[in-house]
């Protein structure tokens, strides 16, 4: 299991091949977050970061087959299409990859200390927390 | 009692300030009350920690709820609601 907080940009077809190295692996799942239209600085909690991506991780691990698994995400400065977060889960079938990947993800988005801060022309603001992303956590609480 | 304090994002910047070494007074023993000590100060700190205002906390780097107890030592972080992903 690799969780990397970093600057640096990541290559996602490097990425799945390093967790799917196994005979046991039938099915990788992954996601990649883009930046969409605006420039944008990200901050985080370092230290904290980590380790609440790890026990989300974990918790995903408790619920499904997680055989290896990698989250990246960036902080800093990002430029409209820059990649920011890659979540990708290896299994040994897919129904256990897809639901992994998206529960992480969805955690992640509640759970994780990062903060967004747009910058347009008019000047920059924090991006305010969404409650579509507090729904779509809760939903694995069900 | 001391402890670390540490502010994040919108936080950070609006108390021009990342972390603070602070003395606890007697009595303040909660994340709560911490953040009650904090708005008493005034001025921005009444606006930042203001009762409507959506801040979380964590102690030692684990989220945790307003109830929650601190001891000396202590890492306590307050940020807004996280917008990473």
């Not at chain 1, 619920?63 to 889960?89: K, M």
């Not at chain 2, 950070?12 to 000590?37: A, C």
Request: with cysteine.
């Amino acid at each position: 299991m690799k969780v990397a907080i970093q600057c640096e940009d990541f290559d996602l077809g490097a990425e799945v091949r390093a967790i799917s190295r196994s005979p046991r692996i039938g099915a990788v799942a992954s996601f990649v977050g883009l930046v969409r239209d605006v420039r944008m600085t990200l901050e985080h909690y370092p230290g904290m970061t980590e380790n609440a991506i790890r026990k989300i991780v974990d918790q995903a691990a408790a619920r499904w087959q997680v055989l290896d698994c990698t989250v990246i995400h960036r902080y800093g400065e990002l430029q409209p299409n820059d990649q920011i977060v890659l979540v990708a889960v290896a299994s040994a079938h897919r129904g256990d990859a897809f639901a992994a990947c998206e529960f992480i993800m969805d955690y992640l988005k509640t759970q994780a200390p990062f903060w967004k801060k747009e910058h347009r022309t008019g000047g920059a603001t924090w991006v305010e927390a969404r409650t579509a992303d507090d729904e779509a956590a809760d939903r694995w609480e069900k | 009692m001391k402890v670390t304090v540490l502010f994040f994002a919108a936080l950070r910047e609006q108390l021009g300030r990342p972390r603070e070494e602070l003395e606890l007074p007697v009595g303040v023993s909660t994340v709560g009350g911490l953040r009650d000590h904090l708005r008493a100060r005034g001025g921005e700190w009444a606006n930042v920690f203001a009762p409507n205002r959506p801040v979380r906390a964590a102690v030692n780097q684990e989220m945790v709820q307003p109830v929650a107890t601190i001891s000396a030592g202590d890492e306590v972080a307050f940020f807004p609601p996280v917008t990473g992903g």
